[in-house]
C-alpha cells in the first residue's frame, strides 16, 4: 500500500486560509486504497471537487488513454499519458509526453476559464507553472490526487 503523508506545513506550503468545513486530519481515499493526509488546514473539501471525464490540456489529448481531469475551487488539476500516437495501427506503441525517457504521464495545474458550451468540461486558463511527471499511472494517480490537496489547503471556499 501506498501511502502519502504530509507535513502539516509541509508540501503546500503551509498557508491557513481561515476557517475550514472539514476536520482537521481528513484524508484523500486512492482508488487502490492508499490514503493522501489533507494538506494542512484545506479548505476546500473534496465533496466540492468537481471531476470530469473529458482530459483539459494538451495538444495530443486526444489520444491520451489515462486522464483525469479535477476542478478544485478556480483551479483545473489535469493529469494525462498512456499517449498513443497511432492507435489504429500500433495500439501498443506509446511515447512519452515530457522530455524525461520515464515522462509518460503528467499533472499541470490551470486556472480554471469557464466551462465548455455544454457545460461538461473545464476550459483552461493560465499555466500555473506546477508540473509534475510520472513513470507510471499509479503514480500518476497519486500526484493527481496530492496535487488536488495541495490547491484545495490554499483556498477559500466559495
Ligand atoms: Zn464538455
Not at 60 to 69: D, S
Not at 91 to 96: I, K
Not at 122 to 130: E, F, H, R
Amino acid at each position: 500500500m501506498v501511502a502519502l503523508r504530509f507535513a502539516r506545513r509541509g508540501v503546500c506550503g503551509g498557508r491557513s486560509a481561515g476557517k475550514s468545513r472539514s476536520p482537521p486530519g481528513a484524508v484523500g481515499r486512492l482508488a487502490n486504497g492508499a490514503q493522501a493526509e489533507k494538506c494542512g488546514d484545506a479548505v476546500i473539501p473534496q465533496s466540492e471537487w468537481t471531476w470530469h471525464g473529458h482530459a483539459a490540456h494538451l495538444s495530443v489529448r486526444g489520444r491520451c488513454r489515462h486522464h483525469l481531469t479535477t476542478v478544485v475551487g478556480k483551479y483545473v488539476i489535469s493529469t494525462l499519458g498512456d499517449y498513443v500516437p497511432d492507435p489504429r495501427n500500433a495500439p501498443d506503441v506509446r511515447e512519452t509526453i515530457g522530455s524525461g525517457n520515464d515522462d509518460y504521464y503528467e499533472t499541470m495545474v490551470w486556472t480554471l476559464a469557464g466551462y465548455c458550451v455544454e457545460g461538461c468540461c473545464p476550459q483552461i486558463g493560465n499555466d500555473l507553472d506546477d508540473t509534475k511527471r510520472y513513470a507510471t499511472a499509479l503514480l500518476a494517480n497519486i500526484g493527481h490526487l496530492a496535487m488536488c490537496l495541495k490547491y484545495a489547503a490554499q483556498q477559500e471556499t466559495a
